[in-house]
């Protein structure tokens, strides 16, 4: 689905939902009816949900790097969407309050008629509005199904051959040339043009390997890269279907009450026995009647059945709990995405075994995998070389390698370590001051000291070694002062 | 201890009280016959939501990182704050849309003398929350001073001498970095201050109603319409109050540079090194509040040895330390061709990546300051390097051609 489409659908359903917000409105002025200010109130809190998707499309348009924004506004997809979920999250609050309220004062709906009709037109409304957005509902499941098949397709293409017999021929030019570049730039001064052939034919080889698998799992991954704007979408969906049942509770409320209820009308003595629970303010008037039908013996007429009044507020808890129940997910997924956690579909701790055992990798430190948005994953990482000459090779596999676990923007530092013992190799050799611990991205493993050394030298005894030793580096290793203060804080 | 135990004490005192002025309000409520009490109570109800989600964020953010997050939960607070935040716009727009439905159709209120008290005693509680929220700042900062002064030893990085004379400047920063609350108890005094102001219009609208009682059949006067009128310059003023703590949790959410960094200025010095031919791929952002993480490619023009790249990185790592970045990661590609100043020389395996890599249509802060054309960095001008015989290079910029050079102001 294109951007225009996306765009072009929120504004239609903006326009739409904010005239109808209008005409509400007006209704409500022309009939005196607090239920249809109150359902117009709903519309409006729609109309504030579109438009915070729409500015959030509208912002992750420009994916261009700025000096404000170094990646771009491509996450504001994310935002949207998050934004969204907690305003429904709490308008459910509000509502359930509501309902709360309406249990121990109940009320009668004026005009049910006249909300019979509004009440059907906003249904329609939002009925639209569910079918221009139903794509993203269902769909939002599939980009998860999508983002967990990447890994899979990389390693085994197995799809779309059509797409890779097209650009067989482009592919391999690509590689050749991609190749040929490379080897320019890391190789010279090696040996003569016979080693440089057969070297890159190797090469040329390898990256045709890996063209294939790009392109296999390049197509899986556009159609699962649309997942940003998916979460925007889905929230814009939640906030229409919660409006759509908000209706469709209006309606079936405003029919029941014109077939079954039995108003009180002007003329006769009649009770409204249902206003007796303890916290009405109608007291007085139950306990009047009480005595003017001891005091008559006559018939008085009660309004009723007394459980119509209640429909209401059961109907808008169920579907508060509906609404709860499909908002959590959209919720905890862009509130991951943008607390920089690890992709669901990334393994970290496998990653991080495989990359160690890459050939000319000494240690992997400092490794953090996040995702932008949708699937775009960056990924950085110290890595420990034995020495810059045959380095760029190395960048090489280590880029080859993140390409195949689908993360395609990394940033890669070598270090070079002046000592081979093994307490050095997996300490960072390049801290900031150690002054400026705090500001630290994350505490890890700092200078060498004496204490640091001893944890890094027991931990570390077969640096190729199994993933289990290595990933407890992002907890073990502190500096000093830096573990004293957790210490204390965990305390508390 | 640090100010982190302060934070998550008030925090749950501030709970402890406001469970407590919420069921006796109820309780008052349904004893006293007044729906007006049951509602107000629900407002405390909201307090408790926002106190809740402010307490496990300060909880959270303080695990380290594991294996599911890299950075550790450092950033709970500022989704946190942003939660709540959101919520409170929420509760605003359903109490301005009360306040509507009430100018449309006014009431009177029934008992003012109890909702008078009962008024009186939440603001109450809801002014000893804004105190205790309020207070730290001034003595937190004494503390800090002090805690930096006694942790003042040798500067040392990458196993060289660091230069001294920056201590006192960073001590400066310091001091000036923490001034601001936490973004976790923004977020909550927010909402203390919505339930306070609520108060204060509930006791003007009662001690009105009080002072001059009306009669119960009469028709509703311009009494009936200060508490709504109130209510709306009410939701007015917290939402002006609340828009710096939006802006901030958004502007570190969407991964923007720190405010008060010119990303260009430290590239024109990161460039002006000796050893870099080239600088691109520069990402600068924060994590929380002062701690900014920036991540960058730099060419550099020969077989480097060990002990050059290690100088090279103390040069790199410096300019990042003095414009107040510290956790940076610098991937060197060593190049030879001058003319293919900006490109990166170890991009992903295909042209195709571009689109899934973090920023696909792809500017490159492009300094070249060994003889190629010279882009300016200037403001927020990005510019495309010219074509030349490389094919690599061709290929890029057949993909980008159409995007014209954008300046793009936030």
């Given at each position: 689905m294109g951007l225009g489409q996306t765009h072009g659908r929120l504004l239609c359903m903006l326009c739409l939902t904010f005239g109808f917000f209008i005409v509400e409105l007006v209704v409500s002025r022309v009939t005196a009816s607090l239920a249809m200010l109150s359902d117009s109130f709903h519309m409006l809190s729609d109309v504030i949900a579109l438009t915070v998707a729409l500015v959030a499309v509208r912002f992750a348009e420009k994916t261009q790097a700025t000096s404000k924004n170094t990646f771009g506004w491509i996450r504001a997809e994310v935002m949207g969407a998050l934004v969204n979920a907690v305003f429904l999250t709490a308008l459910c609050f509000t509502i359930l309050l509501e309902a709360v309220e309406r249990y121990a004062d109940p009320h009668e709906i004026e005009n049910p008629r006249v909300v019979v009709w509004v009440g059907v037109a906003g249904l329609l409304i939002n009925l639209l509005g569910l079918f221009l957005f139903h794509g993203h509902a269902g769909a939002g499941g599939h980009g998860h199904s999508h983002g967990g098949h990447t890994h899979g397709g990389h390693s085994h293409g197995g799809h779309s051959h059509k797409n890779y017999e097209k650009s067989d021929k482009l592919a391999r030019k690509e590689a050749e040339e991609e190749a040929c570049n490379l080897m320019v730039k890391s190789n010279c001064g090696q040996a003569g043009d016979q080693a440089v052939q057969i070297e890159s034919d190797v090469i040329l080889s390898r990256n045709l390997n890996v063209q294939m698998n790009g392109d296999v799992s390049l197509e899986q991954l556009e159609q699962s890269s649309e997942t940003a704007a998916q979460l925007n979408m889905r929230g814009v969906f939640l906030h229409v279907l919660g409006d759509a049942l908000g209706s469709v509770i209006v309606v079936v409320n405003a029919l029941i009450f014109t077939f079954v209820w039995r108003p009180c009308h002007g003329e006769e003595t009649c009770?409204?026995?249902?206003?007796?629970?303890?916290?009405?303010?109608?007291q007085h008037t139950h306990s009047e009647v009480h005595s003017l039908s001891n005091a008559t013996g006559g018939v008085v007429s009660a309004a009723g059945p007394c459980w119509v009044l209640y429909l209401d507020p059961t109907l808008c808890v169920i579907m508060v709990v509906i609404l709860l129940y499909t908002t959590f997910p959209l919720l905890k997924e862009s509130a991951l995405i943008l607390l920089q956690t690890v992709p669901k579909q990334i393994d970290m701790q496998r990653l991080d075994g495989k990359l160690r055992s890459l050939e000319g990798v000494l240690a992997v430190h400092e490794l953090h995998i996040w995702q932008?948005?949708?699937?775009?994953i960056i990924a950085t990482a110290h890595v420990k070389c034995h020495d810059p000459a045959s380095y760029m090779d190395i960048a090489k596999r280590i880029k080859s390698f993140f390409h195949d676990e689908g993360i395609h923007a990394t940033t890669v530092q070598p270090e070079f370590s002046s000592d081979a013992t093994e307490s050095s190799v997996s300490e960072c050799e390049l801290p900031c001051y150690s002054r400026c611990a705090p500001k630290l991205c994350c505490e890890t493993n700092r200078k060498s000291g004496s204490e640091s050394e001893a944890l890094v030298g027991t931990e570390d005894s077969s640096s190729q070694g199994t993933p289990q030793q290595h990933t407890v580096s992002w907890n073990i290793q502190q500096e000093p002062e830096a573990a004293l203060q957790t210490h204390m804080e965990s305390t508390v | 201890m640090g100010r982190y135990t302060g934070k998550t004490c008030r925090l749950i005192f501030m709970l402890v009280i406001t469970v407590v002025f919420f069921v006796a309000e109820i309780v008052a409520g349904y004893a006293g016959n007044s729906i007006a009490l049951v509602s107000d109570s629900f407002n405390m109800l909201s307090d408790m939501v926002s106190l809740c989600v402010g307490l496990l964020s300060a909880r959270l953010s303080r695990r380290r990182g594991s294996a599911r997050c890299s950075y550790g939960l450092a950033r709970v607070e500022v989704v946190g704050a942003l939660s709540n935040a959101v919520f409170l716009a929420a509760l605003l727009f359903s109490i301005s849309a009360e306040a509507i439905k009430r100018l449309t159709r006014p009431e009177r209120i029934d008992d003012p003398f109890l909702v008078l008290v009962v008024g009186s005693l939440g603001l109450a509680v809801n002014v000893v929350g804004l105190f205790i929220f309020q207070d730290c700042r001034w003595m937190c900062g004494r503390a800090r001073r002090a805690a930096g002064e006694k942790s003042e030893e040798k500067t040392v990085m990458n196993g060289e001498a660091g230069p001294l004379a920056h201590q006192a400047e960073s001590q400066q920063k310091d001091t000036n970095q923490s001034d601001g609350q936490p973004l976790n108890i923004r977020g909550v005094l927010l909402h203390v201050l919505n339930d306070a102001l609520g108060s204060v219009v509930v006791v003007v609208a009662s001690v009105l109603f009080y002072v001059w009682p009306d009669d119960a059949n009469a028709p509703c006067n311009w009494k009936c319409y200060v508490d709504p009128s109130l209510t709306l310059v009410m939701v007015a003023i917290i939402l002006i109050s609340a828009a710096p703590l939006m802006k901030e949790t958004t502007s570190i959410l969407l991964q923007m540079s720190p405010p008060d960094l010119t990303v260009a200025t430290i590239l024109e010095d990161v460039s002006r090194l000796a050893a870099v031919v080239s600088v691109h791929e520069v990402h600068v952002w924060e994590l929380v509040k002062d701690r900014n993480v920036a991540t960058l490619h730099v060419k550099v023009n020969s077989e480097f040895g060990k002990s050059e790249l290690r100088s090279l990185y103390a040069q790199i790592r410096e300019v990042f330390h003095k414009a107040g970045i510290h956790s940076v990661t610098i991937q060197v590609e060593i190049s030879d061709d001058e003319l293919d100043g900006s490109l990166c020389s170890n991009p992903c395996m295909s042209t195709g990546c571009l689109k899934l890599s973090c920023c696909p249509t792809e500017p490159t802060f492009a300094s070249g300051n060994k003889g190629n054309q010279s882009h300016s960095l200037g403001e927020v001008s990005v510019d495309m390097v010219d074509g030349t015989k490389n094919v690599l290079r061709e290929r890029d910029t057949k993909q980008l051609k159409g995007k014209p050079t954008e300046t793009t102001k936030f």
């Open positions: 009770t409204n026995p249902c206003y007796n629970s303890h916290c009405s303010d109608h932008l948005a949708g699937s775009r | -």
